[in-house]
Structures are given as structure tokens and as C-alpha cells.
């Protein structure tokens, strides 16, 4: 039986890509494995899929009886329900280490970098193992997607050369290019529900026991959300009252480099005391780009304080 390959919840590109990339990878190396999904793609994933020509992973939320290789996670929030009864082989990720634990040694690639797929990268030169041009591509974007076209403070020298590398064996000339062009789709909101664009790229975190959902909408120009602006924030009091202590979204201006946080909370005051800016409603933090490195790490701090 195959082991599943999967991301976490609420996929963006690189959980998508990551898992197409490992199970390819593991399966070449004697590992039989299966890409899955743990819900649909987001246009921006979708533009990537059809523009290497990569199959979207099906869909599935129960992983019980399987062995399981998780990608760009190890929160047991952002993992299929139930994960605790199914085997974790493998670990391939690039953020902090979470709540997920083993019964048996695993294998771990787990880089400081912006993207999981420059770990991807790397496995594949480590095992010698050709890496296929369609899933390059898929990978230079992931890469693009979560450095936000190098604009993050993650991104590093590995990523960078990750991407160049990439590049060239996906027929890529101007990967900046391809990287705005699929920042075009992401910044599509005309039409979307406001409950779509906050699950778009949604992640909940155990905060000193307190259950906190961080959303992200990445845009070219956060001024083409004014007119959902009201509406996202109702919908964030509705996932709040969904049994949250607090649930803030990051409304990320690419160009400008900063993001506006709209804010609903039990204690609004952790804002403050996490970036120094008070906040009921919503705060601009100039320079925050990235969730896992501007804003996890503060708010956890906040939190325990």
C-alpha cells in the first residue's frame, strides 16, 4: 500500500507542489507513496497545476490505518483529523517543529528556508534522483509563492539559488516574471465569498492552550480589497465564535511590503503587546510579510506573556 503524502489543511501551492514532489521522489527510491490533498486548490495552485501540467492530488481527510509522510507541517491543528492513527513515516517541512509525534525513528528534512520546496531540492540531489520538468516547475513556483518573489524576510540564499536552479530545468527564463504573474491570480477577488479568500491560506495555532486562527491574502495592491474589507471582517468574528480565542487576518501589500491585521479577539491587547502598535479592529504593520517568521513567533510570545 502506497503512503500518502499530504500537506496541511487549507493547501496552498507549496503544501499542493510538496506533496507531488515527495511522493515522486519516495516512490523512485523505493518508497511506493501517493500525493493527497487535504482540500481543493486555490486559484493560484490551479494556475501552477495547469501550467506544468500537474494533476491536482485527490482530495482526502482520513488518513487511519496509513502511513503517512507530512509535508510543510507538523501541527497536529493543520494535520488530518486523524493522524494519531495512522503511521508518520517522514517529515519534509521548513517551519518550526510542532505537536506531531512518532512511535518509530522517521525520516526528517526539516531546513530553516522559505519554502519546502527548496528542501525538496535538495533531497532530490541528495538521492540522485532526475527531478521530472514539470514538477520543477510546480517547485520553482511554490518557492516564488512563499517567498513572495524573495520580498519575505524567510527567504535565503538557499531559496534563491533553489529557484535559479529550478529555472533552468523547467525552461524558465524570467522567474520574477512568472512569480507576478502568479501574484495576477492570487489578487482575484471580484466574485469570491469572503469565507473562501479566509480559509484561502488559514492556520490554527495552540497559543499557551489558547486555540488562534492567523488567515493571509497575499496581493499585488491591498487597496483591490476595500470593497470586502467589511465583509472579511465579519467573517473572521464568525470563525472566531467557531470556539477561537482570536483570529487575525493578514492582508499582505506586496509592493508596499506590509500588511494590514484585522483583528477579532477575546483580548485585543496581545496585539499590542506582540508589535508594539495598538489595535481593536485592525493595525498596518509596515514590513511584515511573512506569517511564520513576522507574526507566529510574536503573538506566541504575546500569548505566553
Same mark, same amino acid.
Given at each position: 500500500?502506497a503512503?500518502?503524502?499530504v500537506? *496541511?489543511?487549507?493547501?496552498?501551492?507549496?503544501?499542493?507542489?510538496?506533496?507531488?514532489?515527495?511522493?515522486?521522489?519516495?516512490?523512485?527510491?523505493?518508497?511506493?507513496?501517493?500525493?493527497?490533498?487535504?482540500?481543493?486548490?486555490?486559484?493560484?495552485?490551479?494556475f501552477?497545476?495547469? /501550467?506544468?501540467?500537474l494533476?491536482?492530488?485527490?482530495?482526502?481527510?482520513?488518513?487511519?490505518?496509513?502511513?503517512? $509522510?507530512?509535508?510543510d =507541517?507538523?501541527?497536529?491543528? %493543520?494535520?488530518?483529523?486523524?493522524?494519531?492513527?495512522?503511521?508518520?513515516?517522514?517529515?519534509v517541512? *521548513? =517551519?518550526?517543529?510542532?505537536?506531531?509525534?512518532?512511535?518509530?525513528?522517521?525520516?526528517?528534512?526539516?531546513?530553516?528556508?522559505?519554502?519546502?520546496?527548496?528542501? $525538496?531540492?535538495?533531497?532530490?540531489?541528495?538521492?540522485?534522483?532526475?527531478?521530472?520538468?514539470?514538477?520543477?516547475?510546480g517547485?520553482?513556483?511554490? $518557492?516564488?509563492?512563499?517567498?513572495?518573489?524573495?520580498?519575505?524576510?524567510?527567504?535565503?540564499?538557499?531559496?534563491?539559488?533553489?529557484?535559479e536552479?529550478?529555472?533552468?530545468?523547467?525552461?524558465?527564463?524570467?522567474?520574477?516574471?512568472?512569480?507576478?504573474?502568479?501574484?495576477?491570480?492570487?489578487?482575484?477577488?471580484?466574485?469570491?465569498?469572503?469565507?473562501?479568500?479566509?480559509?484561502?491560506?488559514?492556520?490554527?495555532?495552540?497559543?499557551?492552550?489558547?486555540?488562534?486562527?492567523?488567515? %493571509?491574502?497575499?496581493? $499585488?495592491?491591498?487597496?483591490?480589497?476595500?470593497?470586502?474589507?467589511?465583509?472579511?471582517?465579519?467573517?473572521?468574528?464568525k470563525?472566531?465564535?467557531?470556539?477561537? =480565542?482570536?483570529v487575525?487576518?493578514?492582508?499582505?501589500?506586496?509592493m /508596499?511590503?506590509g500588511?494590514?491585521?484585522?483583528?477579532?479577539?477575546?483580548?485585543?491587547?496581545?496585539?499590542?503587546?506582540?508589535?508594539?502598535?495598538?489595535?481593536? /479592529?485592525?493595525?498596518?504593520?509596515?514590513?511584515?510579510?511573512?506569517?511564520?517568521?513576522?507574526?507566529?513567533?510574536?503573538?506566541?510570545?504575546?500569548?505566553?506573556?
Amino acid at each position: 500500500m502506497a503512503a500518502l503524502v499530504v500537506g *496541511h489543511k487549507n493547501p496552498d501551492t507549496d503544501s499542493v507542489v510538496s506533496a507531488i514532489a515527495v511522493a515522486d521522489l519516495m516512490s523512485k527510491i523505493g518508497t511506493p507513496a501517493k500525493a493527497i490533498s487535504q482540500g481543493p486548490a486555490v486559484p493560484e495552485t490551479e494556475f501552477v497545476l495547469k /501550467k506544468f501540467g500537474l494533476s491536482a492530488p485527490e482530495v482526502v481527510t482520513s488518513v487511519a490505518g496509513q502511513k503517512v $509522510i507530512l509535508v510543510d =507541517h507538523t501541527d497536529l491543528s %493543520q494535520a488530518p483529523d486523524d493522524l494519531k492513527d495512522a503511521e508518520v513515516i517522514a517529515v519534509v517541512d *521548513h =517551519h518550526k517543529l510542532g505537536d506531531v509525534t512518532t512511535s518509530s525513528p522517521l525520516l526528517m528534512w526539516v531546513w530553516p528556508v522559505g519554502c519546502t520546496g527548496t528542501v $525538496i531540492k535538495a533531497m532530490y540531489d541528495f538521492y540522485g534522483v532526475e527531478l521530472p520538468k514539470n514538477i520543477a516547475g510546480g517547485l520553482l513556483c511554490s $518557492i516564488l509563492s512563499d517567498t513572495v518573489i524573495f520580498k519575505s524576510p524567510t527567504t535565503t540564499p538557499e531559496d534563491k539559488k533553489a529557484v535559479e536552479a529550478l529555472a533552468k530545468i523547467a525552461g524558465v527564463a524570467d522567474p520574477a516574471a512568472l512569480g507576478m504573474e502568479m501574484f495576477k491570480v492570487k489578487s482575484a477577488v471580484d466574485g469570491v465569498p469572503a469565507k473562501e479568500l479566509v480559509f484561502r491560506d488559514f492556520k490554527d495555532f495552540d497559543m499557551n492552550g489558547k486555540k488562534v486562527g492567523i488567515g %493571509q491574502l497575499e496581493m $499585488i495592491d491591498i487597496s483591490m480589497l476595500d470593497k470586502v474589507k467589511g465583509d472579511l471582517a465579519a467573517e473572521i468574528a464568525k470563525v472566531k465564535a467557531e470556539g477561537r =480565542h482570536s483570529v487575525f487576518l493578514l492582508l499582505t501589500d506586496i509592493m /508596499k511590503e506590509g500588511s494590514e491585521m484585522l483583528i477579532v479577539s477575546d483580548d485585543p491587547s496581545v496585539v499590542q503587546k506582540a508589535f508594539g502598535v495598538a489595535g481593536d /479592529k485592525s493595525v498596518w504593520l509596515p514590513k511584515v510579510m511573512s506569517r511564520k517568521k513576522d507574526v507566529v513567533p510574536k503573538f506566541e510570545a504575546a500569548f505566553k506573556g
